[in-house]
């Protein structure tokens, strides 16, 4: 980018104007120009032609790839006026006459999600008064930001879209110089020498744009809208069109054919099973902490027996296997319940360790500040009161420190 910056820099300096082929003829793949200059930096070379066929990022739309005499072109940019071509390879000199190759493959695909997205934008605007906001044509999907648009009318849109490429309307291209019309059609006034260009899908909208289109709608196939998210004040709509509709159906069948393997079932009734799995998994899952927590209460008498004397209190100190934060905290309670007791719990469950630590009544150590104390010791927070306090979210590999420093501070004091 900073490359790009320094050329485009020297190039205002010459205020030489590109002819720029592709607003006549988009469907123009391989043209002929004369090199005004060339600027190496690095591996790359910044190359100003008198005229080119290359489109330049602009208005949403991605730049053209291709070849340029002996040369990949990477990127095209425009500034002020005049087309950059950042290629890669081969560099020519000023005063060469060159070849440019347009990577037709590409330029048709963005064509054809420049259409669908005028397409979009303006049924939605005939239908709903939606205002297009914003444009983006990346390199799988589309996105276009309509304002006052609910997302729940897209598939109505995407029908009437599709209607207007079943009706194969004509897109046709106008350049003018015609400052009324100009004034008209877009509210500004044309500078000296100034022109705008119009692409036209017949009878639904005509609108200023300088990006490449198809000749007609019927060219974008299907345009299928994916989905919507709201952004800002804006629904933005992802969409994509012609090949790309066929791949993304492509790929949706492969996952829909697996998820019938899978699951044994018909592709219609996955979506039937998946959620009487989610059902099942759910009654599981409750069954699963019913058990847990009927061992647990099981589990406690024992611990409270084998629990280590020291200091005139009986002090159960041991990592628990598998339990969440409410397990670990209700077995603690359970703990306390016993005179001259205090529990010093951890566990590790889905990757992430817990604390609690908790004191009974009669019990003059205060278990927040045993807790703040071993958690200075492993770089992590925590909190509760002097009967009961916990850490959560711990790196599983510092539990078992932690108890055993937690161990040392109720049993010596070290902590004070």
């Known amino acids: 980018m900073k490359n790009r910056q320094a050329r485009t820099r020297r190039v205002r300096t010459r205020r030489v104007r590109t002819r720029r082929i592709f607003r006549e003829d988009a469907d123009l793949s391989e043209f002929t120009a004369i090199v005004l200059e060339a600027r190496e930096s690095g591996e790359d070379c910044g190359v100003i032609l008198d005229a080119s066929a290359f489109y330049a990022e602009s208005g949403g739309q991605p730049p053209d790839r291709g070849i340029l005499g002996d040369a990949d072109v990477v990127d095209v940019q425009e500034d002020d006026g005049v087309i950059v071509h950042t290629i890669r390879g081969k560099a020519p000199t000023a005063g060469d006459e060159v070849v440019g190759r347009v990577d037709m493959e590409t330029r048709r695909d963005h064509s054809c999600q420049h259409t669908a997205q005028h397409a979009i934008s303006a049924v939605a605007r005939e239908k709903w008064g939606a205002k297009t906001v914003g444009f983006h044509l990346g390199r799988e ?8 648009f609910d997302a729940d009318a897209v598939k ?8 207007i490429v079943r009706e194969d309307r004509p897109v046709t291209v106008e350049i003018t110089q015609e400052k009324e019309n100009v004034k008209f059609r877009t509210g500004r006034v044309l500078g000296p020498d100034e022109e705008v260009r119009f692409v036209e899908i017949h009878g639904l909208v005509r609108s200023a744009c300088g990006g490449t289109h198809l000749k007609s709608t019927a060219q974008a196939g ?3 809208l994916l989905k919507t998210d709201k952004v800002r004040n804006s629904t933005r709509v992802e969409f994509v069109a012609g090949l790309r509709s066929l791949k993304k159906f492509q790929q949706l069948q492969d996952a829909c054919g697996l998820m019938s393997t899978l699951t044994s079932a ?8 998946i959620k009487a799995a989610q059902k099942q998994l759910k009654e599981l899952k409750k069954e699963n902490e019913k058990l847990a927590h009927a061992a ?6 024992v611990l409270v027996e084998k629990a280590e004397e020291v200091a005139g209190l009986k002090l ?3 990592k628990l296997e598998d339990l969440d934060m409410r397990f670990l905290r ?5 703990i306390r319940k016993n005179a001259g007791t205090v529990a010093l719990l951890g566990s590790v469950h889905n990757g992430r360790g817990s604390l609690v630590f908790a004191a009974s009544d009669d019990v003059d150590v205060d278990m927040a500040h045993v807790l703040k104390k071993v958690l ?3 770089g992590a927070k925590g909190g509760g009161n002097s009967t009961m306090a916990q850490s959560g979210g711990l790196d599983p590999l510092a539990v078992e420190e932690a108890l055993s420093r937690a161990r040392d501070i109720v049993t010596t004091g070290t902590g004070d």
């Open 330 to 334: 209700e077995g603690a309670k359970e």
């Open 376 to 378: 200075e010791s492993i």
């Open 296 to 301: 647990l209460l099981n589990k406690i008498p």
């Open 222 to 224: 299907l345009v299928k």
């Open 316 to 318: 159960v100190c041991t």
């Open 266 to 273: 018909g592709v219609e009734d996955v979506p039937a099973w």
């Open 141 to 148: 999907t589309s996105t276009v930001d309509l304002e006052n």
């Open 156 to 163: 109505e849109l995407e029908d009437g879209v599709n209607r």
